[in-house]
């Protein structure tokens, strides 16, 4: 073959390698990324759902992307294009429970369910006690994963700023339904009863979800409550909670 056909050949084959890489950039494909965004969030939905069957059917042994993947009916590709790996999957697991736990303690603190203090209080423990949807194994797995990761007070910090805000709203006005607390009284109630409700968990407690125990966190909560009310208004007459 002489000079003038391969310069030919070549300028052939650059011409479809051109028409090709041209073809893939064609409005076309652009559009088609609209759908797969509108798919994305389901998509992580599935993914976070796969990942808390695996997690309550065999804990942290059974967990893998290999896993979460099949259950969630996804290719290990796909799971791959939203988490890195498996340890941020199980922070985005904790955070979503997280989320729709505070819109419930949320509701609880505003005494959507009983306006007093108590049941307000009860509420919000009864929510907490109840997080993860009943999952309390791939609670206790999550739970493990995020301690180990160092991660805790992370996940602490949004908690505790969501109750002081929340808690802030209903204390405010001539009748507040809670005391008013300070960053020292904000920590120590929320790390005895989270703490306590955690250590519970962890430990497999058998009356993790019992009314008894339930009764027990709002108890303490409800008095230390009441102590900071008392010292903050010694002349209070309060007759009730």
Known sequence: MGIYERCSCFRTRLCRRSI???????PPEIKRRIPRQSRAAETV?????????ILEA????AFTTNAVAERAG???GTLYQYFTDKNALLLALAR???EVALADVGRALRGESDPSLEGRVRAMVRTIIH???GRQRARKAVVQAILAQGLGIEL????????AAAGAEVGSGAHPILPALSREQLFV???ATLGAIRAAVLEEQPFLRSRAFEDEIVRLAVAYLGAITAAADPGRNRTTV
Do not use: Y
């Open 189 to 191: 109630m929320s790390r």
């Open 156 to 163: 602490m910090a949004p908690v505790a700023s969501f109750i």
């Open 131 to 133: 997080a993860f949807r």
């Open 20 to 26: 090709a890489v041209a073809a893939r950039r064609q």
């Open 74 to 76: 996804v290719s290990i």
């Open 58 to 61: 065999g804990g942290l042994a």
């Open 96 to 98: 979503r429970e997280m």
């Open 45 to 53: 939905v599935a993914i976070l759902e796969g990942a808390a069957q």
